[in-house]
């Protein structure tokens, strides 16, 4: 595909992204996707694509479902070996060619999976759980007493000397 510098656009059902959908809080929807071949003036094979659609995950606050704009833009290099890898021009992410052809799907994972949030959370008006509580909660734990510290004694006889 890389010699003919073919590109296509598709669909992908995020049913069948299964480890992506263990990130999310439902699997109804479509990805877009738009792959472009080609073959730079290295020799080195690419595939540039663009990703994108609407993902629902789990707010890390209040643990309901939000929305989630999936928008992610990427360049792959071709490798070989991953010794290879480190020969890759910057502005290309390695990918590790096994055998003569590239399964696609597992690594058009690996890039949703790197354009998801690590902990996703709704903008504070949207949010349902009371920040407000959580303010105050957390400026009490800070108004409490601390401890002594246990090596102030060592500091105290190191001074001595």
């Not at 590109?7 to 472009?36: C, K």
């Not at 949030?117 to 108004?143: F, M, N």
Request: glycine share 4%; net charge negative.
């Amino acid at each position: 595909m890389a010699k003919a510098a073919s590109e296509f656009q598709t669909s992908l059902s995020l049913a069948d992204l299964t480890r992506v959908a263990e990130l999310l809080t439902h699997t109804q929807g479509v990805l877009t996707l738009q792959l472009s071949f080609a073959i730079d003036p290295q020799g080195i094979r690419t595939i540039s694509g663009h990703i994108q659609g609407e993902v629902e995950v789990l707010c890390q606050r209040c643990l309901q479902p939000m929305p989630w704009t999936l928008d992610s833009e990427f360049t792959w290099g071709i490798v070989h070996q991953d010794a290879d890898a480190a020969n890759l021009p910057r502005a290309y992410e390695p990918v590790v060619l096994e055998g003569e052809e590239l399964e696609l799907l597992p690594v058009l994972e690996d890039e949703v999976i790197l354009s998801l949030p690590q902990a996703p959370y709704h903008k504070a008006g949207d949010c349902k759980l009371d920040l407000s509580q959580v303010h105050v909660e957390e400026t009490a734990s800070k108004a409490a007493p601390s401890k002594e510290n246990p090596f102030s004694v060592l500091k105290k006889l190191k001074q001595k000397h």
